[in-house]
């Protein structure tokens, strides 16, 4: 087991937690939380041995095998799955030993190494090194391409593959999702939870730590704490601890407050039944979430964009890619203020792509593009970080952006990024990842964009901004597209999900939730290269006449249905805001003077009435929502 008594850690004179106490016992699956700064690394370098401690005890079992992730990787000219297999570093020392027997033709010696291998998986290491590498989201074939062939990103792939070689006792991970697109780490997730090892994990993705975490290790207040439970769990007992500090109750409820308010929007709203039910589930979790983030640092929000032409884009027959290789092709898709998209498919098949298509960083090969002259865009990937200038302090930057505003205005705006007081006139070089990632939001958010594309916003950013970022953009006006491997960003913000596969553009008629499947599937038949030629014969004149009766069948079959649902939504918009004018009249002081008694029994009345039936309707709504989605 692994084991802190009374133990005392510092970063210069500033002590990263005191007098901890902690026992993880073998087989623990743990996820490490808090807030930037906090010793999250500095106990993995404990851990590791790169650093000691300052007081009191640490103990590791000195026969178990440790496994991390290297954050360099070397100028290596050897293929893929030999550095992998470099992981496993008993399996080379066999490999090594055996290659000197039999030079030195040692019979006996050889038959005990190769019993030695069999022992150790070693015939099937290259297999399982395979396996690694293209559950990380490597393509058939680039196992064998040399390390140096790949750039950073998958580089950092190949060290989580190589670590996730080692035949390890303990794995310690530190954000292992950053470099990773949401299939591989789906894959990731199901390889943890079968992990026979102890596990520490540092992740800022909720749902991640929850598939994946058996308990939380809390470092805050120069303190460690563990909870039994994943994320989630833990999210909701210091909510209620958080709930008993008086200090924090009145602004606690302003949260959850301002968060129903846009539940009881989008409830009234809803036009896409399978989405809508989703999303507000998502919603109704935000309200739970609200409490423990109270103290959070961060707390921004998007000002209503200036002008909301409509649409902001059209794209019809697009086709884009890079020289003569084509990715996308015959793209349709309209963008109009409030739509909020989230953008699935596997690696490679072109959400990037789309994404700085609409941007406007890459040209259509072919078809018509079509944007408003009031569109204003905000475009954030991990390239906008190294546009910040490294000499330039926050407020430096913020007043390039905006020479006119006060220096007091651009301070208190820059302070709900995290940039308070002297921060935000620190020069931008030094800064972490999530910092640059929190400053090229900043100014992304101030210039008040109708047209907002996100790609893998949430890298680098801890959990407390990405619930900042998450809540904000409920209330964004304008456009939404996002790619993202955080699925409760995408669960909390989006209402529409397009599928990028075999270079189209399509509708995921299902929820975040069936994705899995759908890729379960997709890798499923990829598998089965010789069964790839019978989809061609589907693929003729009489099958797809076929199709197409059978879709507009089914069409008709459920127009009853959307027809039901869209009058179901706006007797729900009318009954919500009569709901709202009695409850504006209830507030009213003077409606419980002793002369307005009947007129107050009349509006408890009416209350009570509209109450039940938009209960009636709201249930009404989902079941015919469900039914579609049925039929679908």
């Known amino acids: 087991m692994l084991q802190l008594q009374n133990l005392t850690l510092r970063r210069g004179p500033e002590p990263l937690f005191e007098h901890a106490d902690l026992t993880l016992h073998p087989g623990w699956r743990v996820g490490v939380t808090g807030a930037n700064g906090t010793g999250k690394s500095s106990l993995f370098g404990l851990i590791r041995g790169e650093l000691h401690a300052d007081d009191g005890d640490f103990y590791r079992p000195a026969d178990w095998v440790l496994a991390h992730v290297a954050q360099e990787t070397p100028a290596d000219p050897r293929a893929a799955i ?68 790949f750039s950073g990103g998958w580089r950092m792939r190949l060290n989580l593959a190589r670590a996730l070689m080692c035949r390890s006792d303990l794995l310690l991970l530190d954000e292992p999702t950053n470099h990773l697109d949401l299939d591989a780490v789906l894959w990731l997730e199901g390889w943890l939870r079968d992990y026979p090892g102890t596990l520490l994990l540092i992740s800022h993705d909720r749902e991640f ?165 009031d569109l204003r865009t905000g475009y954030f990937a991990q390239h906008q970080m190294d546009q910040i200038h490294p000499e330039h302090s926050p407020l430096e930057h913020l007043t390039q952006l905006d020479p006119k505003a006060t220096e007091q205005a651009l301070r ?107 890729l379960a599937q997709r890798n499923a038949r990829a598998a089965r290269p010789a069964e790839s030629a019978a989809p061609a014969a589907a693929n003729s004149a009489a099958d797809r006449k076929e199709r197409k009766r059978h879709e507009a069948e089914q069409r008709k079959r459920l127009q009853p249905l959307r027809d039901q649902l869209r009058k179901q939504e706006q007797e729900l918009e009318k009954l919500t805001a009569k709901q709202r004018d009695l409850e504006q009249a209830l507030a009213d002081p003077g409606v419980y003077e002793a002369d307005q008694k009947d007129q107050l029994k009349r509006l408890l009345a009416d209350k009570a009435q509209a109450d039940a039936r938009l209960a009636e309707v709201e249930e009404a709504w989902l079941e015919a929502g469900e039914a579609l989605e049925g039929g679908a």
């Open 412 to 518: 208190d705006y820059l302070g709900g990024f995290g940039f308070p007081g002297e921060r935000a006139d620190s020069p931008a070089k030094p800064f972490s990842g999530g910092e640059k990632a929190r400053l090229a939001l900043a100014l992304l958010v101030y210039r008040r964009p109708n047209l907002l594309l996100l790609d893998e916003p949430t890298n680098h950013l801890d959990l407390e901004m990405r619930f900042a970022l998450t809540e904000a953009l409920q209330e964004f006006e304008g456009a939404l597209v996002v790619v993202s491997h955080d699925r409760h960003l995408l669960r909390s913000t989006c209402d529409r999900l397009l599928l990028v596969d075999d270079g189209r553009v399509d509708e995921f008629a299902e929820d975040l939730d069936a994705y899995p499947r759908w």
């Open 209 to 373: 730590l929850d598939a994946v975490c058996g308990h939380i290790l809390h470092i805050e207040r120069q303190g460690v704490k563990l909870y039994t439970g994943n994320y989630s769990d833990f999210e909701r007992l210091r909510a209620e601890k958080l709930a008993h500090q008086q200090a924090l109750f009145e602004r606690q409820q302003r949260e959850v407050a301002h968060i129903r308010s846009f539940v009881d929007r989008f409830r009234a709203q809803a036009t896409k039944a399978r989405q809508a039910q989703s999303r507000l589930k998502a919603l109704e979790r935000m309200e739970l979430l609200a409490p423990a983030h109270v103290d959070s640092p961060f707390h921004f929000h998007f000002r209503t964009p200036e002008k909301a032409p409509n649409p902001l884009m059209n794209l019809e027959r697009i086709a884009a890619g890079y020289g003569d290789s084509r990715i996308l092709d015959q793209v349709g898709l309209t963008l109009s203020p409030g739509d909020r998209i989230g953008l699935l498919g596997p690696n490679g098949a072109g959400k990037s792509t789309l994404i700085k298509l609409l941007a406007g960083e890459l040209a259509p090969q072919q078809g018509e593009l079509e944007r408003a002259a």
């Open 82 to 149: 030999e550095y992998v297999l470099d992981g496993d570093t008993e399996l080379r020392q066999v490999e090594a030993r055996l290659a000197e027997a039999e030079a030195a033709h040692q019979g006996e010696r050889l038959g005990e190494l190769h019993a030695r291998l069999e022992s150790i998986g070693g015939y099937e290491a290259r297999a399982r090194a395979a396996r690694l590498i293209h559950g990380l989201g490597f393509h058939p074939g680039e196992e064998d391409r040399p390390v140096t062939s």
